[in-house]
């Protein structure tokens, strides 16, 4: 019989509560966990994103943006992203980034523990990070989440981050398949050099597709996650090259590639690039304007994330054709203005050996270092002055050469009022000092010998054949625009705002408020036809007159450009030769208020000053809206609105706007169909009759024909237009079109200051511009202008205005309204003539 005592009972009653007591609290300690678990889960994963499929990968990526003809001529973007499905991705490219950054990635569940361990074992015998602990589902994690939180609170070194990147790991792993996880990782990751993702990457680095690159470039591009910036090839040349080598050793460890193919990469020559700036590169300012009207259009995010594809109507040939004619006749009117002076002064030679060694060091970084190429600009700096035989010699980085009298005679004192040919310099000046650093352009003695102010002066040639001759050069201080409009469709083909985007980015084309001058003049002459039912043949009087200003207790004297005055002439007359009473007198016959009335129906916006100076383009206009006018004209007194984008269209294929030209030749044949329906809904407005619009159109073809504007003729089709010039040529223009498009040129000064030359009215400054621009963007021969049905022509005397009779010497044929043509035929030599309209002094 077995005793229990009391004290033992006790003690074991005591030992079964304490078990049940510590049963229970680890229950509720689980239980408590558990539900601390849970809300913490729940806490950390609200903001986490969510994959359920690879559907659901919608990153942020580039919107781009093309040109007529399919060029790409802009990117907007946060992140630049290309998109590339699994399969469209080499699978050496693949096996590059695994051996690289996971080669247990298709073992682990996410996390690979012995992978840490391994990476710390390497890292420790290297001294430093050779290895990543982290696999590619965790990378992807974690990049995924900095997109949504942005770099600083998405790389920040908290436990909350790592929790919800662990979080969003495991989600990868169970909701996506290996290729998929891999399809977001080489889209995601950043590579440096502005770039996210391979195919990005490829194009930003190489200028290829990732399909193109070789295995040395997959293996340099793979050693990029770990660290963009130590391993950059343009900061960190070396340490790039080690560690594409580590990559290319992997891959053979891996069995990813041969010894052969591992000894051909790493002797396989890589050449890089900076990541292109395309928006800056091919059409600036027509970019940057669709830019700001995309923004208007969707805001800013949409834009820049979520990859828009943007159809453009300007044409990059003919915008090029712009550049080329702005570069060569900008240079040209600003070297008619006088020399400014060297760019630098170096006193020292110390100083100058210093330059010479970083200017060849330049020269080299930028491939241009063998020699000196013909049409080049670069930095000479003066090292001796021969003025018996009239040539400078000067020092290129590592080159010699000689800058004859013979390039440099343009390089007189800065004057407005010299007229240029007068000023030419028949010795080379004392402002030239040795040490200078001027501007040259790199040229040959056989084109000094084509230019026939310069061969002349071409005194000596250096016996030393390896001594080039250079041009003196200077970057102008003038600025232009040209704007070029399809006139039936309004697309705007060609959009130049400046000399150079790089130099200022203010668009002058359409953001600039400048004096046209006389080529508002048409504004004015087309009211007295659509208001007065005045004629070509209408007169008025050329003659000296005053406008008293009592407010002011001024008097206005205006003049005509040569200060002679011709008596009675034609409005025919007084437009073609660009005179400036008799278009006052016609102003004062419409009438201020109806002729600013006119000229907003016409499309001027901005205010106008009302004065009798507004004949001659005293009120400031934009270029847009003056060039809306000349092409309402082109049109017969049609307006249609400039386009820039004809059609715009979302990542998934939908699309936002359509607003193309129904005839517009690169359009499909359903959208042709779609768009002649949008067209005869939304027909453009007639807003002058088109007998009054032809007739001015008429007027100004007589201008080019036979007035300012003979100049526009070496385009080899009919053209219409007006030249501009302001008091003192601060504003010099050109307004011109064809049947087919509508033109502007402008050149002058940002501000009124200093004056261009006297002498450098627009058809001398601006029709230069305009007329080398047209040539190449006239690609086809046109017709002359057609009358509309409603118009005559008439044979008239063009100093009176009235019927030519058969023996009229010099008449011409003009266009009429018909029932509106003259009556009376002019007098034979020695009648008198019936009574004439004309104004007479107030």
């Known amino acids: 019989m077995n005793v229990v005592y009391e004290g033992e009972r006790e003690k074991g009653s005591l030992l079964r509560r304490a078990t049940r007591l510590l049963l229970f609290l680890v229950a509720v300690g689980g239980v408590g966990g558990l539900v601390v678990g849970v809300a913490a889960y729940s806490i950390f994963a609200a903001d986490v994103p969510n994959f359920e499929s690879i559907d659901d990968y919608r990153p942020k990526t580039v919107s781009r943006v093309f040109g007529q003809e399919g060029q790409l001529i802009g990117e907007f973007y946060r992140e630049r992203r290309l998109f590339l499905p699994y399969d469209q991705i080499p699978p050496k490219l693949v096996q590059a980034f695994l051996a690289s950054e996971d080669d247990r990635f298709f073992e682990h569940q996410g996390i690979d523990y012995w992978g840490i361990i391994r990476a710390a074992v390497a890292n420790m015998r290297a001294g430093r990070v050779v290895?990543?602990?982290?696999?590619?589902?965790?990378?992807?994690?974690?990049?995924?989440?900095?997109?949504?939180?942005g770099y600083k609170k998405g790389s920040a070194k908290?436990?909350?981050?790592?929790?919800?990147?662990?979080?969003?790991?495991?989600?990868?792993?169970?909701?996506?398949?290996?290729?998929?996880?891999?399809?977001?990782?080489?889209?995601?990751?950043?590579?440096?050099?502005?770039?996210?993702?391979?195919?990005?990457?490829?194009?930003?680095?190489?200028?290829?597709?990732?399909?193109d690159m070789n295995v040395a470039e997959m293996a340099l591009l793979a050693g990029l996650p770990q660290a963009p910036s130590r391993y950059s090839p343009f900061r960190h040349p070396k340490e790039a090259k080690d560690r594409r080598e580590y990559v290319l050793r992997r891959m053979l460890e891996e069995k990813f590639i041969t010894e052969a193919e591992l000894i051909e990469a790493k002797e396989t020559p890589i050449e890089?690039?900076?990541?292109?700036?395309?928006?800056?590169?091919?059409?600036?300012?027509?970019?940057?304007?669709?830019?700001?009207?995309?923004?208007?259009?969707?805001?800013?995010?949409?834009?820049?994330?979520?990859?828009?594809?943007?159809?453009?109507?300007?044409?990059?040939?003919?915008?090029?054709?712009?550049?080329?004619?702005?570069?060569?006749?900008?240079?040209?009117?600003?070297?008619r203005q006088g020399y400014r002076g060297p760019v630098g002064q170096l006193k020292t030679e110390e100083e100058r050996k210093k330059f010479l060694k970083s200017y060849s060091d330049e020269l080299q970084a930028l491939g241009r270092y063998a020699a000196l190429k013909p049409g080049e600009l670069y930095v000479g700096l003066i090292k001796k002055i021969d003025r018996t035989a009239n040539n400078i010699y000067l020092d290129?980085?590592?080159?010699?050469?000689?800058?004859?009298?013979?390039?440099?005679?343009?390089?007189?004192?800065?004057?407005?009022?010299?007229?240029?040919?007068?000023?030419?310099?028949?010795?080379?000046?004392?402002?030239?000092?040795?040490?200078d650093l001027i501007l040259v352009r790199a040229t040959t003695v056989e084109d000094?010998?084509?230019?026939?102010?310069?061969?002349?002066?071409?005194?000596?040639?250096?016996?030393?054949?390896?001594?080039?001759?250079?041009?003196?050069?200077?970057?102008?201080?003038?600025?232009?625009?040209?704007?070029?409009?399809?006139?039936?469709?309004?697309?705007?083909?060609?959009m130049i705002g400046g000399y150079s985007f790089d130099r200022s980015e203010f668009n002058r084309a359409l953001q600039s408020c400048r004096q046209p001058g006389s080529s508002f003049k048409p504004i004015i002459y087309s009211a007295a036809i659509t208001l007065n039912n005045w004629t070509a043949s209408t007169t008025v009087l050329d003659a000296p007159v005053a406008f008293d200003d009592p407010e002011a207790q001024k008097r206005w004297k205006p003049n005509n450009f040569d200060t002679k005055f011709m008596g009675e002439v034609t409005l025919r007359t007084a437009l073609q030769n660009s005179m400036n009473v008799p278009a006052i007198r016609v102003l004062d016959g419409v009438g201020i208020g109806p002729a600013i009335q006119y000229a907003k129906r016409l499309g001027i916006t901005t205010e106008l000053r009302p004065e009798l100076g507004l004949a001659l383009g005293a009120s400031c206009v934009t270029m847009g809206e003056l060039t809306d006018v000349y092409q309402l004209f082109s049109n017969y007194g049609?307006?249609?609105?400039?386009?820039?984008?004809?059609?715009?269209?979302?990542?998934?294929?939908?699309?936002?706007?359509?607003?193309?030209?129904?005839?517009?030749?690169?359009?499909?044949?359903?959208?042709?169909i779609e768009r002649s329906i949008q067209w005869s809904d939304e027909r453009p407005t007639q807003v002058i009759d088109p007998q009054d619009g032809f007739l001015a159109v008429k007027l100004m073809r007589n201008v080019v024909l036979g007035g300012t504007g003979t100049g526009a003729q070496k385009v080899g089709v009919p053209v219409a237009g007006k030249t501009g010039t302001t008091n003192d040529s601060f504003d010099a223009w050109f307004m011109g079109f064809?049947?087919?498009?509508?033109?502007?040129?402008?050149?002058?000064?940002?501000?009124?200051?200093?004056?261009?030359?006297?002498?450098?009215?627009?058809?001398?400054?601006?029709?230069?511009?305009?007329?080398?621009?047209?040539?190449?963007?006239?690609?086809?021969?046109?017709?002359?202008?057609?009358?509309?049905?409603?118009?005559?022509?008439?044979?008239?005397?063009?100093?009176?205005?009235?019927?030519?009779?058969?023996?009229?010497?010099?008449?011409?044929?003009?266009?009429?309204?018909?029932?509106?043509?003259?009556?009376?035929?002019?007098?034979?030599?020695?009648?008198?003539?019936?009574?004439?309209?004309?104004?007479?002094?107030n």
């Open 131 to 149: 290895q990543g602990g982290s696999t590619i589902t965790q990378q992807v994690a974690k990049s995924l989440i900095i997109s949504v939180d």
């Open 158 to 211: 908290k436990y909350s981050r790592k929790i919800r990147e662990a979080i969003l790991a495991s989600r990868l792993e169970k909701k996506l398949s290996k290729p998929e996880i891999l399809t977001l990782y080489l889209n995601q990751i950043f590579l440096g050099n502005q770039a996210y993702g391979v195919q990005a990457a490829a194009q930003n680095y190489f200028r290829k597709n990732v399909g």
């Open 272 to 335: 890089v690039f900076r990541a292109p700036d395309v928006s800056k590169e091919v059409t600036p300012y027509f970019t940057e304007h669709v830019r700001r009207q995309l923004f208007e259009m969707y805001g800013e995010d949409k834009v820049l994330d979520d990859g828009l594809t943007v159809y453009t109507t300007v044409d990059v040939e003919r915008y090029r054709a712009g550049e080329d004619a702005i570069y060569d006749n900008l240079r040209m009117v600003d070297k």
């Open 396 to 435: 290129i980085g590592p080159h010699q050469a000689f800058l004859p009298l013979a390039t440099m005679r343009w390089a007189r004192e800065v004057d407005p009022n010299v007229w240029f040919e007068r000023g030419l310099l028949s010795a080379i000046p004392k402002t030239f000092k040795v040490g």
């Open 448 to 494: 000094i010998k084509k230019d026939r102010f310069a061969a002349a002066h071409l005194k000596s040639i250096p016996d030393d054949p390896s001594m080039k001759a250079v041009a003196l050069e200077q970057e102008p201080n003038l600025e232009t625009a040209l704007l070029s409009v399809e006139s039936k469709s309004g697309y705007v083909l060609t």
């Open 638 to 672: 049609k307006r249609v609105g400039k386009r820039f984008i004809t059609r715009v269209i979302d990542r998934d294929g939908k699309v936002l706007y359509d607003d193309g030209y129904h005839k517009d030749p690169w359009a499909g044949v359903g959208l042709k």
């Open 738 to 841: 064809t049947t087919d498009i509508t033109t502007a040129a402008w050149v002058g000064y940002d501000d009124y200051v200093i004056p261009m030359g006297r002498y450098e009215q627009g058809g001398r400054a601006a029709l230069p511009v305009w007329t080398d621009y047209m040539k190449v963007a006239i690609k086809k021969k046109t017709d002359e202008f057609d009358a509309p049905a409603g118009v005559v022509y008439v044979r008239i005397d063009p100093k009176t205005g009235m019927r030519a009779r058969e023996d009229t010497v010099g008449a011409v044929t003009e266009a009429f309204k018909e029932g509106n043509e003259p009556a009376d035929f002019v007098a034979k030599a020695g009648e008198a003539r019936p009574d004439q309209f004309f104004m007479q002094d």
